[in-house]
């Protein structure tokens, strides 16, 4: 199982980015898949879930309801999440996270975002 993040880099407060998290070594479309971030000093929280169906179901941290989508092109094994309206506070790393059940959680290597102006 690889999981592969990508798309992070420095934005301007207000600003937008989209990461992708390429998935293999599982078959994608069966599972849901989840963004989390993690900022100095503290827990990693849940940004995002969204279902194995593209656009089927999705849920979001309170603190980015309205401002991100999570979404799914499952023909490329991808998720994605669309980062509107940035906060400084978001500065993070943001992690895609695959739960496989019985064969535990993987996590990719974290992709690092910014927000300052």
């Known amino acids: 199982v690889q999981l592969v993040e990508s798309g992070g880099g420095l934005v301007q407060p207000g600003g937008s980015l989209r990461l992708s998290c390429a998935a293999s070594g599982f078959t994608f479309s069966s599972y849901y898949m989840s963004w989390y971030r993690q900022a100095p000093g503290k827990e990693r929280e849940l940004v995002a879930t969204?279902?194995?169906?593209?656009?089927?179901?999705?849920h979001y941290a309170d603190s980015v309801k309205g401002r991100f989508t999570i979404s799914r092109y499952n023909a490329k094994n991808t998720v994605y999440l669309q980062m509107n309206s940035l906060k400084p506070e978001e500065t993070a790393v943001y992690y895609c996270?695959?739960?496989?059940?019985?064969?535990?959680?993987?996590w990719g290597q974290g992709t690092q975002v910014t927000v300052s102006s």
């Open positions: 996270k695959a739960p496989l059940g019985r064969r535990g959680d993987y």
């Open positions: 969204s279902s194995s169906a593209a656009g089927d179901s999705t």
